[in-house]
């Protein structure tokens, strides 16, 4: 008589003959009535069953709750009628487990934290603080309004302190304002706590726009690298001073309480220009009122010294142009202040001269020369001990013709 086998359900699974063997029901064998040599075959459905039919590949015949040990990965599945699926271990532990694969599940019982093993290292699933950090991390969250509508934010915890709330709705103000304390008006973005709440809070690390720095409007700062210009007073509030130019060509500064301004880095034959710009009606051009030659030691007035100016100091040691300057130094050295020369003013209206120890006394630079006055232009007296030449006119000539000697 055949034997039928049914599910633990009680659905007929298949029916064997008598002295048959059915191997395609299942993945055992289904040993039929009187089959000869049964017992091997009964011994070897314990085996496969002991190991759960240990195989690189799934069994081919599998029943809903069958067991496969999947020894390619490692890994122990359950049919569900369709697919093994993995029945991964979950080990409760105070250190990482070992011989673990892909799928496991690891309680670390120290932090009371969850990880799963990715057949490499251990992945956190959460939570994401360790035991005894307090609440610390994204936490989304409800706020209602005051004016009773709920908002979806995230807040972020360090140690059960509230360091940024994160909103994508419109600015609204908590309902219960002291329940997030540290914070006003919940606006679009981040909201970072109030430094009065936690000390020297602040963004760290590197931002790529700004729409105010200190609550100041971004274009109420002037620009470094573009022409700009300000309606306030520029200070620049030490000695060094200012400087100008790629090599700091020109520094205004002060030294001790003396203010200067210099050239600086002078290549050669660089002069130090003062000037400005003409009227419109005249032209309008640029036009150098001072030029500083350092070189030269030089100070010339006009347009870059070259003489088109209405006056100019160029070299006042030897003036060759009749608008150049003169120093005394030089003043002195054509009258001869220094080695007693030919004229000299004393200070006084006493004139000396060269000769005087020898009598010469103020000679012309030719005999028969010089005139002193002309018939228009006459000294009114002349004081003198002796008159030595010609005279055509005297007030006393009467004197003269008495004292005259007579010829007979």
């Known amino acids: 008589m055949a034997y039928t086998i049914n599910l633990y359900d009680g659905t007929l699974l298949t029916t064997v003959a008598d002295g048959t063997i059915d191997t395609a029901a299942t993945n055992i064998k289904l040993i039929g009535k009187n089959f000869t040599g049964y017992?091997?075959?009964i011994d070897e459905n314990f085996v496969h069953m002991l190991e759960n039919f240990a195989d690189v590949t799934a069994p081919t015949a599998p029943l809903v709750g069958q067991i496969w040990w999947n020894s390619a990965i490692g890994t122990l599945t359950v049919y569900d009628g369709v697919q093994f699926k993995a029945v991964s271990s979950s080990t409760v532990s105070d250190t990482e487990p070992t011989g673990a694969v892909e799928g496991d599940l690891w309680w670390d019982s120290i932090n009371e934290q969850l990880f799963v093993y990715n057949s490499i290292s251990w992945i956190l699933i959460g939570p994401s603080a360790a035991a005894g950090a307090g609440q610390s991390g994204a936490i989304v969250e409800i706020?209602?309004?005051?004016?009773?509508?709920?908002?979806v934010v995230v807040s972020t915890y360090v140690a059960d302190s509230r360091i940024y709330i994160t909103s994508g709705d419109a600015t609204f103000t908590p309902n219960v304002p002291a329940s997030y304390p540290g914070f006003g008006d919940i606006e679009p973005g981040l909201n970072l706590v109030a430094e009065g709440t936690l000390s020297g809070v602040r963004?760290?690390?590197t931002a790529t726009n700004s729409d105010a720095l200190n609550s100041i409007a971004?274009?109420?700062?002037?620009r470094s690298d573009v022409d700009d210009e300000t309606t306030a007073i520029l200070k620049v509030v030490n000695d060094t001073g200012l400087r100008v130019g790629a090599g700091d060509d020109i520094q205004i500064g002060v030294s001790g309480n003396n203010p200067f301004m210099f050239s600086r880095n002078n290549t050669g034959g660089d002069v130090f220009i003062i000037g400005g710009q003409e009227s419109i009606g005249v032209g309008g051009a640029e036009v150098s009122a001072l030029t500083i030659d350092p070189d030269n030691e030089t100070i010339s007035l006009g347009n870059s010294?070259?003489?088109?100016?209405n006056s100019r100091v160029t070299d006042a040691a030897d003036p060759q142009n009749a608008q150049d300057l003169v120093t005394k130094a030089y003043?002195?050295?054509k009258t001869g202040e220094a080695t007693g020369g030919a004229i000299l003013r004393d200070g006084t209206n006493t004139v000396l001269g060269t000769g005087v120890a020898e009598?010469?006394?103020?000679?012309p630079a030719a005999d028969n020369s010089i005139d002193m006055g002309s018939s228009l232009l006459r000294y009114r007296d002349i004081f003198a001990v002796t008159f030595n030449g010609l005279s055509t006119e005297a007030s006393y000539a009467d004197v003269a013709s008495?004292?005259?000697p007579t010829h007979n």
């Open 331 to 333: 003043s002195d050295l």
């Open 218 to 222: 971004s274009g109420q700062f002037l």
């Open 203 to 205: 963004y760290n690390g």
């Open 305 to 309: 010294g070259n003489g088109s100016g």
């Open 39 to 41: 017992g091997e075959l």
């Open 402 to 404: 008495v004292l005259k």
């Open 359 to 363: 009598g010469n006394g103020v000679n």
């Open 143 to 151: 706020i209602t309004d005051d004016v009773a509508s709920d908002h």
